[in-house]
């Protein structure tokens, strides 16, 4: 079973920045497109697509983050970057890594919490 492990979260202020990391252990990651998810805090707060990219390099980004987030990722260390800018109280989600479309499990995810 591939691990999923997210890291890079953490407590930061409005307008700040955060780079998230993904170290997955596929033997196919090359071939694959990965994505970063997140989930909000609350009931009925249903895990999103935030933003994703190719085994091409070519991504694509949910309208509530582009121009603010930015996926990159290493094939050479199996890994996937969320760097993130401009942030806002409503990025507040725990973010996950996963292929897109997903598997049918998940890692623990990073904590990010946007607030002053």
């Known amino acids: 079973q591939v691990q999923l492990v997210e890291s890079g979260g953490g407590l930061v202020q409005p307008r700040g920045s955060l780079r998230l990391s993904c170290a997955a252990s596929s033997l196919r990651f090359n071939a694959y497109t990965w994505g970063w998810y997140r989930q909000a805090p609350g009931p009925g707060k249903a895990r999103e697509l935030v933003?994703?990219?190719?085994?091409?390099?070519?991504?694509n980004y949910a309208d509530s983050v582009k121009g603010r987030f930015t996926i990159s990722r290493d094939n050479a260390k199996n890994t996937v970057y969320l760097q993130m800018n401009n942030l806002k109280p409503d990025d507040t989600a725990v973010y996950y890594c996963n292929r897109d479309p997903s598997f049918d499990f998940w890692g623990q995810g990073t904590q990010v919490t946007v607030s002053s």
């Open positions: 933003a994703s990219i190719s085994f091409r390099g070519n991504t």
